[in-house]
């Protein structure tokens, strides 16, 4: 296994960003690594929609962010992880490669959103996919919850197939 004394967790809050970042922590206390906590505020999705963003203050997005980042470092100190914490603005697929190389990282550690496909961290509009913007180690959690789609295990409708599996 290569060794991976620094790991760059990226939290965003979602339930792939809890994942991500569980599954990062235990990782990280099991090698003993140096650990960074990334939330980047995603100014694409609010450009989009600039009519409705302007009507909210700017403060209100950046102490949101903020209060995101903090919520991610918390979760991190309770498992007894240190963490330093970096707060990016912008699209994502720029600023975790930028960070990964800026801090030196030998791991990032992002969460898969299935139902999207690999949109959210690999690959966007006009962008590149992560895994040619890095050059590290990138580990994708599923998390728990995550089950393969009933085509790609052949199970029927009703499930029963791949519950009968799980419990054999």
């Not at 990226?10 to 090698?31: I, N, P």
């Not at 912008?90 to 600023?95: H, I």
């Not at 975790?96 to 139902?115: C, M, N, Q, T, Y």
Request: proline share 2%; glycine share 10%.
């Amino acid at each position: 296994m290569a060794c991976f004394n620094r790991i760059l967790l990226c939290y965003d809050g979602t339930r792939e960003g809890q994942h991500a970042l569980k599954d990062g922590a235990a990782l990280a206390q099991d090698l003993q690594a140096e650990v960074h906590l990334l939330s980047v505020l995603n100014n694409s999705a609010w450009m989009q929609g600039a009519d409705i963003t302007s009507a909210v203050p700017l403060d209100f997005i950046n102490e949101s962010a903020k209060n995101l980042l903090d919520e991610g470092l918390q979760k991190l100190a309770a498992r007894g992880i240190r963490a330093v914490g970096h707060l990016a603005i912008g699209e994502p697929l720029d600023q975790i490669p930028f960070f990964a190389k800026e801090l030196e990282a030998d791991l990032v550690v992002v969460g898969h959103r299935r139902s999207h496909g690999l949109a959210r961290w690999w690959g966007g509009r006009n962008d590149g996919l992560l895994l040619d913007r890095v050059t590290c180690s990138v580990l994708v959690t599923m998390g728990a919850q995550a089950e393969a789609p009933a085509a790609a295990t052949g199970a029927a409708d009703t499930g029963e197939t791949a519950r009968s599996a799980e419990h054999s």
